[in-house]
């Protein structure tokens, strides 16, 4: 199956839960993150990069554990194809409980934009609830490419 295939997966899977009678923000809301999902734990690194074409929104989810109040995203490096990175932004969207839609975000939605730079970084902390939360990796059509960006998590 395609990494695209899947991530296609995941946003289907989990707009299927979005109708929940518990709405991700009240109560303890759902206790564990979509199986399709890419799972991402504390310290696990991943490579971002894009096309010139864009690519199909990359899906990830991070479990809150009870006691950890912030996700923290570092994001390192990177370089473009046209040299410059101007319109090259890495565009992530965050939400607790649902994939985020970044084509219609509301106010439970979380949007950061980092810049690829080869001596660039850039961290991004929210305040969490535990719980599972989802991280959507959007590249738009217009965009020219770029490689080498690296994304760390950190629950504190």
């Not at 969207?93 to 690829?116: C, H, I, M, N």
């Not at 961290?123 to 760390?152: C, E, R």
Request: charged share 15%; glycine share 10%.
């Amino acid at each position: 199956m395609s990494r695209y295939f899947a991530a296609f997966l995941a946003v289907a899977a989990c707009a299927t839960n979005s109708e929940s009678p518990n709405p991700p923000d009240a109560g303890a809301g759902p206790a564990s993150c979509e199986a399709l999902v890419v799972h991402l734990g504390p310290g696990v690194t991943i490579d971002v990069s894009s096309s010139a074409a864009g690519n199909p929104a990359r899906v990830y989810c991070m479990m809150v554990p009870d006691g950890s109040s912030q996700i923290r995203l570092d994001l390192t490096g990177g370089t473009c194809a046209s040299g410059a990175c101007l319109g090259d932004d890495v565009n992530m969207y965050l939400k607790r409980g649902e994939v985020p839609d970044a084509f219609d975000p509301d106010s439970s939605t979380t949007a950061w934009t980092y810049t690829p730079d080869p001596n660039g970084f850039g961290t991004f902390v929210k305040v969490a609830q535990a719980g599972p939360w989802y991280l959507s990796i959007i590249d738009d059509q217009n965009t020219l490419g770029y490689h080498g960006v690296k994304m760390t998590l950190a629950l504190p």
